[in-house]
């Protein structure tokens, strides 16, 4: 019954090697998100689209890209990862235009930096 | 700048015990929402506050928004260990029509048997 997957549980990369994670959704949301949690922090936005509409935090580092290759998937991928990036990603999913709607959490992927 | 802050952070409690965590703000927000994190899972909602003053009860934990929309308590009563998580509140971004929500750092919640 879960409405947002997220794909892997865990990833473990090396330094600089690249990574994909990957979101899907069941909710057929128009808006999709990605947040990093490092421990005992609060979820930090990185990006976030509404339908095919990209919307990049401004402290978002490069690093950090995002496809949406439809409604459904959702992936981010880190070109480059340090050991700063080791952290939980967290995907989520809300309707649009009704700021008082909950997101959607998916379980996470929790990425290790070897 | 943090613009939701939790208190306390830690919260370490018996069985039984009852307890209360904050969130507040020198922002008014239109909403605020409380979530729930239990250890290697995503955050779930557990309630959305609209109105100033407003109180809502879900079994044994109580929601209150406060009367000028900048803070928020969440009170249980008689703990129990399946309470255990990581409480989050959160309020959506005045700027955006998208549902960006601004997250608190979360008040740690561990309840002993």
């Known amino acids: 019954d879960a409405m947002v997957i997220q794909n892997p549980r865990y990833q473990v990369t090396q330094f600089g090697k690249p990574v994909t994670l990957s979101c899907s959704q069941t909710l057929n949301h128009n808006v999709m998100y990605w947040y990093q949690q490092k421990s005992s922090q609060a979820p930090k936005l990185l990006f976030h689209?509404?339908?095919?509409?990209?919307?990049n935090e401004a402290d978002t580092p490069d690093n950090f890209q995002s496809r949406r290759p439809n409604t459904s998937f959702c992936f981010l991928d880190i070109r480059s990862p340090g050991l700063g990036d080791a952290a939980m990603y967290l995907c989520?999913?809300?309707?649009?235009?009704?700021?008082?709607?909950?997101?959607?959490f998916g379980d996470g992927t929790r990425l290790s930096i070897l | 700048t943090q613009l939701l802050e939790q208190s306390p952070q830690f919260l370490s409690i018996q069985e039984g015990e009852n307890l209360t965590v904050y969130c507040n703000s020198s922002?008014?927000?239109?909403?605020l929402q409380w979530y729930r994190q239990e250890p290697g899972e995503g955050p779930v909602l557990l309630v959305t506050v609209v109105t100033g003053g407003e109180v809502k009860k879900l079994k044994r934990l109580t929601f209150q928004f406060g009367d000028a929309r900048k803070d928020s308590s969440l009170h249980i009563t008689a703990a129990q260990p399946g309470d255990t998580g990581l409480y989050l509140c959160?309020?959506?971004?005045?700027?955006?029509?998208?549902?960006?929500?601004?997250f608190g750092r979360g008040t740690q919640l561990t309840v002993w048997p």
């Open positions: 989520a999913t809300s309707r649009a235009y009704d700021r008082k709607q909950p997101q959607h």
């Open positions: 689209y509404y339908d095919k509409d990209f919307n």
């Open positions: 959160a309020g959506p971004d005045r700027g955006s029509t998208l549902g960006r929500l601004y």
């Open positions: 922002s008014v927000f239109s909403s």
